[in-house]
């Protein structure tokens, strides 16, 4: 058993005054049968009232509006997570594995996770990838998936700002590198291409001194869940040639990443905007007080400490322009 205590933090800056903020975010870790979200905190500066939903899959997002005027708007999401011990992945399925695969497709709902989606869609560029890969139904769909993870790995090199969140995967299929997002994108279609369902996952991946992971471990990360027979839902993480496990923390399902970005939102006003993204994950194998502050790192003290300050006042706009008229009036 293993318990992760997280902290990200998102920070937008606008190089000009603007009035309005409203904002969707989906840092809140799941809950289900080998991860359970202990606690978890949302605080933003600007200081506002947040609201909480569940979607159709079962994921927690959290909005705000912020209608005042305001120049940088930060979020630290924080949160206990316990993870279960999960049961070893078997080598390969039984000999009729496809026609189990099929008949589990039939009996349940399953299409949004077979068809394309936003950045998950065949192009020439993929259909090229699948028959050099010899992504193909052949042996069984647990073999195949375990060598695609393999060979994704082995095609692609990880190179951070790479890519952008709305890159299409031709980007990074002709480039021959990405982020996590390309490679868990590119694995999601060439599954969909011999109907496999595959899903986007979104969340993180502990880092410890023994593991070498390619991903950078101050960001969040992004790999695919695979239905397969006998076994349902399983991760794999092609960016580092894993099997989803204890130390893959999930936050969100869906189609693509178009479905779980972890802030989406729009603001009122004509500006440049800047993003500042730090993920900060330790872990321990006893649970930590409940009520214990998390430890902020040092280059974070001064955003989360704005974070959590309660908002100034500030006089409306209306009010201003009255006074401003009757200034100029006098």
């Known amino acids: 058993m293993n318990f992760y205590s997280i902290r990200h933090l998102t920070r937008f800056r606008y190089s000009r005054p603007i009035s309005e903020s409203i904002m969707e975010t989906r840092m809140h870790p799941r809950s289900d049968a080998h991860q359970h979200c202990l606690t978890f905190s949302l605080s933003v500066s600007p200081r506002c009232r947040v609201f909480s939903y569940r979607d159709h899959l079962g994921n927690n997002i959290q909005h705000f509006d912020i209608p005042s005027e305001h120049t940088q708007l930060v979020i630290v999401a924080e949160s206990v997570v316990e993870q279960q011990p999960m049961p070893d992945v078997p080598h390969f399925l039984a000999p009729d594995a496809w026609g189990a695969l099929d008949d589990l497709i039939d009996a349940g709902d399953y299409w949004e996770m077979l068809l394309p989606s936003t950045f998950a869609a065949p192009t020439p560029a993929l259909i090229a990838l699948a028959s050099k890969l010899e992504v193909t139904r052949r042996d069984d769909p647990l073999l195949l998936v375990q060598e695609l993870n393999q060979r994704l790995f082995d095609y692609f090199e990880y190179m951070p700002q790479s890519t952008r969140v709305d890159s299409p995967i031709d980007e990074a299929i002709v480039g021959h590198q990405g982020v996590c997002q390309d490679f868990a994108h590119t694995m999601i ?50 960016t580092n040639n894993l099997v989803s496990h204890h130390r893959h923390i999930r936050t969100a399902v869906g189609r693509d990443y178009a479905d779980v970005p972890p802030t989406h939102g729009i603001f009122r006003g004509k500006t440049e905007s800047e993003l500042y993204v730090a993920v900060h994950v330790d872990a321990g194998v006893e649970p930590p007080a409940l009520d214990r502050e998390l430890p902020i790192p040092e280059d974070w003290s001064v955003l989360v400490e704005r974070a959590q300050q309660p908002p100034e006042y500030h006089m409306p706009v209306v009010d201003l322009q009255q006074m401003q008229q009757q200034q100029q009036s006098q």
Do not use: M
């Open 189 to 238: 279609a060439l599954l969909r291409h011999v109907r496999i369902p595959a899903r986007y996952v979104s969340g993180y991946l502990y880092r410890s001194r023994e593991d070498h992971d390619r991903s950078t471990p101050d960001a969040s990360h992004a790999w695919v869940d695979v239905l397969l027979p006998q076994l349902g839902w399983v991760g794999f993480d092609p």
